[in-house]
């Protein structure tokens, strides 16, 4: 086998050819290594003091995952200081490579061991991957641990959303308007898929409703509003949540309007306008026989008119055939006079046909 100093001891003794420098290949050797060093001790020295930190702390951190995160764009101030508050806080199972791993998955790595120690501290059954896929779906695993320890309070209807109270009407027709507070505490189990706040609120807005729309007056629910809340924690409403329902209490149940009464005014108008409508069809079809009538009876006076027109002619005919004389026409004319003045005596006879004064 070749010696290597050997071999570079041959080849620094060869003469140059023209044009070449005259570097011997061990210093070219000695500056490429040089620079290499420079540049690995420019590292070291960047996480130098991360090192050390943890080498203090027993966080078990080495220098070449350092230099891996660096390479790899990790936040290694965020690992390294997360790793010495596990080992702190006595969680030795979770590794620099499990803390890597979530913040490469876009996971906040502070928060869920924030979250870890606080659990561990309260007695709660959570562990690193548990928590992990909570932070990842985008819930708040701190408060999530938070809320377990320290229930929250939930207002129904939610302020934010414009409603301030929960209107539901009896069976007597008296409208009510309630505002409720849910007590709730977060299920850590059932936080990965479960609903949220807005759920809970919908679902005990729906069984508010619903208890107060069976209840036969209104005066029961004001009496007795735990009635209420009885009634909505018997449904079971935190089914399928990512909470825990620990009470629904009342806070406050007003009286609105009548909807009852309402409603009745309401179709009262519109029976009548129904029966305007129907009294004006048939006001309408009156008058549109009465003009019927009124064209009839012109028709027929148009057709007197005519027979009445004929009856000259009639006479004119007689007078030529030699049925009627003259005194014979006379009489017919003093027969026709008589009876127009015993009309006009009476008032029978037209307007035209009286005298005047």
Not at 44 to 53: A, T
Not at 187 to 202: C, K, P, Q, S, Y
Not at 251 to 277: H, M, S, T, Y
Not at 339 to 356: H, L, N, V, Y
Request: with cysteine; hydrophobic share 45%.
């Amino acid at each position: 086998m070749v010696d290597p100093m050997l071999a570079l001891n041959m080849l620094a003794q060869r003469a140059p050819k023209s044009g070449e420098l005259n570097i011997p290949v061990g210093t070219i050797v000695l500056i490429i290594v040089g620079i290499v060093s420079l540049l690995l001790l420019a590292l070291i020295g960047k996480v130098f003091n991360l090192w050390l930190q943890a080498f203090w702390s027993r966080a078990g951190v080495k220098m070449h995952d350092l230099i891996g995160m660096w390479f790899r764009k990790v936040d290694a101030r965020a690992i390294v200081l997360s790793k010495i508050r596990a080992v702190k806080a006595g969680l030795l199972d979770i590794t620099t490579n499990d803390l890597e791993t979530h913040y490469l998955a876009g996971g906040r790595v502070q928060n869920v061991i924030s979250s870890l120690i606080a659990a561990d501290r309260a007695r709660i059954d959570m562990t690193f991957k548990t928590a992990c896929a909570i932070d990842l779906a985008g819930r708040d695993v701190l408060e999530a641990v938070h809320t377990s320890v320290n229930p929250k309070v939930i207002d129904c209807p939610n302020p934010a959303s414009g409603k301030h109270a929960i209107e539901a009407v009896a069976k007597d027709g008296i409208q009510l308007k309630a505002k409720a507070r849910v007590t709730v505490r977060t299920n850590i189990e059932r936080l990965v898929g479960g609903a949220t706040e807005e759920t809970i609120i919908a679902r005990v807005g729906e069984g508010i409703v619903t208890s107060i729309g069976s209840a036969e007056t209104y005066k029961v629910v004001l009496e007795n509003p735990d009635v209420i809340s009885k009634r909505v924690l018997e449904k079971g409403l935190d089914a399928g949540t990512a909470f825990e329902i620990l009470s629904i209490d009342i806070a406050d149940v007003d009286v609105g309007i009548n909807v009852g009464a309402q409603l009745q005014a309401d179709q009262a108008e519109a029976d009548k306008r129904r029966f305007q409508a129907e009294a004006e069809k048939r006001a309408a079809m009156a008058r549109a026989r009465e003009a019927e009538m009124t064209a009839l009876v012109e028709e027929n006076r148009a057709k007197v008119v005519e027979a009445e027109a004929t009856v000259p002619l009639a006479i004119a005919e007689a007078f030529r055939n030699g049925n009627l004389g003259i005194m014979d026409y006379y009489r017919i004319k003093n027969i026709q006079a008589d009876t127009s003045m015993r009309s006009a005596i009476g008032g029978e006879g037209k307007p035209s046909e009286q005298k005047k004064p």
